[in-house]
T-cell receptor, first 110, second 114 residues
Framework: QQPVQSPQAVILREGEDAVINCSSSKALYSVHWYRQKHGEAPVFLMILLKGGEQKGHEKISASFNEKKQQSSLYLTASQLSYSGTYFCGTGDSGNTPLVFGKGTRLSVIA | SQTIHQWPATLVQPVGSPLSLECTVEGTSNPNLYWYRQAAGRGLQLLFYSVGIGQISSEVPQNLSASRPQDRQFILSSKKLLLSDSGFYLC?????????????FGPGTRLTVT
C-alpha cells in the first residue's frame, strides 16, 4: 500500500526549516527518502532501517518511528538548492520492491 | 564507481508504433533492476523489476514488457504504444532487493506519444 506523505506542498524562505512526513498502514522495515528536481531523476538522500541504522545526507536528517509506521524528514536552514519534490519509499519484509508516496513539493524562495 | 545509463533521452513516437528503451549499469554485478514510469507532475509507478538475468516481475499489467538479456542490461518494450504511455521512464538499480538498499536512478527517457 502506498505511503501517505504530508504536506503535499510547502513554500519556504531561505533559512527556514521544514518537516515532511511519511506514514504507512503496514509494518515497515525501512524508509527511503529521495529528492527530485524538475526534469531530473530522483536522487537518493537517506535510508532508515528497522532497528535504528541509517545512512544518508550530511545536512538533512530523518527519523523513523517503527511502532507508528512513520518517518519524518527534517530540512533545517533551507537553501535554494533544497527545492524539489521529496519522495519517501517504504519497504516491508523480503524482496518486495519499495512503494513510493506521491511526493511533497518543496519550494525555497529568496 | 557505479554508473547507470539510459537511452534515448527523449523520444516522440506515434500511437501504435513500437518502443524499445534500454538501460545499462556499470561497475556492479548482479544488480536488482527496476523500470518506473512517472506521468507529468505525478509519483513513481513501478512497472517491472528484475533480480537476475531472465527474471522479470510485472507490477502493472499493460501493453509494456521488459527483458533482461544480460546481467546489467534492462530493456523496456512495447509492440504498440498508446497515448497513455507518455511519461518519464526511469530505470533504477540497487545492490539488494526489497527494503535493504537504496535505489539509484538513471537520467530517464521522456516519451511523448502523439
Amino acid at each position: 500500500q502506498q505511503p501517505v506523505q504530508s504536506p503535499q506542498a510547502v513554500i519556504l524562505r531561505e533559512g527556514e526549516d521544514a518537516v515532511i512526513n511519511c506514514s504507512s498502514s503496514k509494518a515497515l522495515y525501512s524508509v527511503h527518502w529521495y529528492r527530485q528536481k524538475h526534469g531530473e531523476a530522483p536522487v537518493f538522500l537517506m535510508i532508515l532501517l528497522k532497528g535504528g541504522e541509517q545512512k544518508g545526507h550530511e545536512k538533512i536528517s530523518a527519523s523513523f518511528n517503527e511502532k507508528k509506521q512513520q518517518s519524518s524528514l527534517y530540512l533545517t536552514a533551507s537553501q535554494l538548492s533544497y527545492s524539489g519534490t521529496y519522495f519517501c519509499g517504504t519497504g516491508d519484509s523480503g524482496n518486495t520492491p519499495l512503494v513510493f508516496g506521491k511526493g511533497t513539493r518543496l519550494s525555497v524562495i529568496a | 564507481s557505479q554508473t547507470i545509463h539510459q537511452w534515448p533521452a527523449t523520444l516522440v513516437q506515434p500511437v501504435g508504433s513500437p518502443l524499445s528503451l534500454e538501460c545499462t549499469v556499470e561497475g556492479t554485478s548482479n544488480p536488482n533492476l527496476y523500470w518506473y514510469r512517472q506521468a507529468a507532475g505525478r509519483g513513481l509507478q513501478l512497472l517491472f523489476y528484475s533480480v537476475g538475468i531472465g527474471q522479470i516481475s510485472s507490477e502493472v499489467p499493460q501493453n509494456l514488457s521488459a527483458s533482461r538479456p544480460q546481467d546489467r542490461q534492462f530493456i523496456l518494450s512495447s509492440k504498440k504504444l498508446l497515448l497513455s504511455d507518455s511519461g518519464f521512464y526511469l530505470c533504477a538499480w540497487s545492490v539488494f532487493g526489497g527494503y535493504r538498499s537504496e535505489q539509484y536512478f538513471g537520467p530517464g527517457t521522456r516519451l511523448t506519444v502523439t
